[in-house]
DNA sequence: AGGGCTTCGTGCAGAATTTCACAAAGTTAA
DNA sequence: TTAACTTTGTGAAATTCTGCACGAAGCCCT
């Protein structure tokens, strides 16, 4: 059988793909037109042969002695990252996150739209936040359909987290962006992203530890030097 | 020279170990004393050896036939994490989500207390947030050195992150974990961790759009079968 | 046209990470 | 005590990721 199925990009290139975008879309808000492996790298924080590397998954959309054309870039990482369509969103949780998130307006300018909001609380059924009124999670499925729902946000409590996700997965939804502090259990179709500032600040304090631990050695290391 | 320097434990398990704990957590919320390599994987959708060797870079603390002690480990993780101290937050940029870290109670239990909250518009300055008053970004490293602060939060726009960065480093921090959807440019002995939800929705998207390339193709191959 | 310069694309080696597989060490039960 | 069973700890293989190094390809200048 002749391989039609698409060029599969690594897991460690897929995650850099929308920190490239973000800076050539900043680059070609200031006017840029051209730019080079070693200058996304800088920006980016990365090695330039990884840049390249990266870039080449899309295509050899490079010159050689030249560079890449920002605008050019821009459309292919966007076309390879599923960025050409929106990806309407549901939020699953109307708690302060959970309504922040659907009053922000920052995500549908970049494609991916809150169309609604749904929680199990009768007392928060029906109220508005922003333009959405809060429906009932046992709508979710009508919701998905109707709305062409394709990415479910969780941002109910850890113990509702769970739930949250079946009923997700249970509508269709088969994209998941969880807040909650909780590994979600679910099958390997689904994709999930976790959001935790607790194990971010968790990994902080382990190298921020290791800092102050190698400073103290090393001071006690200097005291403990016999003078000559 | 001896070898004192700590065991170093590799990126990718520092990374997990917060996952653990939060599992070990709740599994001592419900009374369970002792848990296998095999049963904590399971929970944290791992594998199994993998979970085994993270937890044996912090030491060998299980006993074979039996398993490991969920306080015992707890413990452990916690003193690996540098989580037997509190570590002081400040935040920058006191707008909507500034503000809300700085609201929201939930991290000062978790051993990480928002102790100041700083911006430079002077609209801003002196008004609370919750128990919090806004400061000027002028007194950041005065109040990093008063209040023993080791951990910047960046919650600016985006166009002010940089300086925002600059001005924490410039203030003695080296950890900072920011919202801000920009690749801040830091010296390789300030830790950072970005939080950027416009990130991660992209990434769903790929991934999304993959298995929908792959329904269609497959769609596509059944219906050119020629029917026996 | 041709030499010099720049920058891409990529093979390859090395590092990091994951996974397998099994001996070691403990428990339980008769 | 011994045999059967469980589960850890860890070498080693397999896989993934990174970074170097260099040929290939294009531009510019004379």
Redesign the interface.
Known sequence: MTQ???RR?PDAA??R???Y???LN?LHATNVVRFSSDELAA???VNAAKVRKDLSYLGSYGTRGVGYEVTYLIHQIRR????MRE?N?VVVGAG?LGC?LAK?G??AP???PVVGIVDNDPKKIGQLTGALKVSDVRNLQKLVRDLEV??GAITTSTSAAQSAADALIEAGI????NFA?????IPS?V?V?N?????????????????I??TD?KNQQESNAVPV
Do not use: H
């Open positions: 039609l199925q698409r990009i897929v995650a793909l929308p920190v975008l973000q800076i900043n920006l980016a924080g390879e990252l599923g960025l990806w969103v302060n922040a922000f920052g995500f970049r494609g991916f394709t990415i088969a994209s998941i962006l502090p909780i590994v979600l259990a179709s994709s992203r959001v935790d500032l607790g194990v971010e600040l968790q990994i902080l304090s382990y190298y921020e530890q290791m800092r631990e190698q050695s």
